[in-house]
């Protein structure tokens, strides 16, 4: 059930699972974002019910794009930065103080890296892309969290579907290798066929 509050921009929804159990959550839109709430069962320790609230605002702010999302007793706030050649995202997480910076830088019309980076536990990983065509992308990347390097080879489009991909088939070659075993690489295929029938 949708009402309308002091014209279109405004909004009470209030939805309900089917069968019911509990009260229907109730979220309030509004122009910036909007704030809902709705019954929690507690851990199996503590019994009985307790009111869940989530949230998010969003604003335009030094020509990017400001978020703050509430959940779960947690605040994130994150900026978006975002021209033809880069985008920055530095984002803090509240009570836990981690913050988290991603960047990406592309050069040319085929080819883009991106880097992200947490303070908290000086984590960080790289991706490298180059495009070749419609149809192919080459990928290569190291994630020190999990001390892993790889590259990839995709034919079809990597979120397309395989009816649109030559020969209606999208193909993915993996190559991993673990920081810790060099010498013993992972090989990994992953193929989508179409057949029209």
């Not at 089917?18 to 507690?42: D, N, Q, Y």
């Amino acid at each position: 059930m949708v009402a309308d509050l002091a014209g279109p921009a405004y909004k009470l929804e209030l939805s309900s699972a089917l069968p019911s159990i509990g009260a229907p959550r109730a979220t309030l839109k509004f122009p910036l974002g909007e704030v809902s709430f709705e019954e929690r069962a507690e851990d199996e320790e503590e019994q009985g019910t307790a009111l869940s609230v989530n949230a998010i605002v969003k604003r335009q702010f030094l020509d990017g794009l400001c978020t703050a999302r509430y959940r779960d007793d947690s605040l994130n706030l994150r900026y978006v930065y975002k021209d033809e050649q880069m985008t920055f995202i530095p984002s803090i997480c509240l009570p836990s103080n981690e913050v988290l910076c991603a960047f990406k830088r592309r050069f040319t019309p085929t080819d883009k890296l991106s880097y992200s980076y947490n303070f908290d536990t000086n984590d960080w990983s790289a991706v490298y892309k180059h495009t070749m065509g419609k149809d192919y992308k080459l990928k290569a990347g190291y994630d020190t969290k999990v001390r892993l390097g790889w590259a990839s080879l995709w034919v079809g489009e990597e979120d397309g579907k395989a009816k649109t991909a030559p020969m209606k088939m999208k193909v993915q070659v993996m190559v991993q290798v673990h920081q810790d075993h060099i010498k013993s690489p992972a090989l990994m295929f992953h193929v989508k066929k179409r057949w029209d029938i």
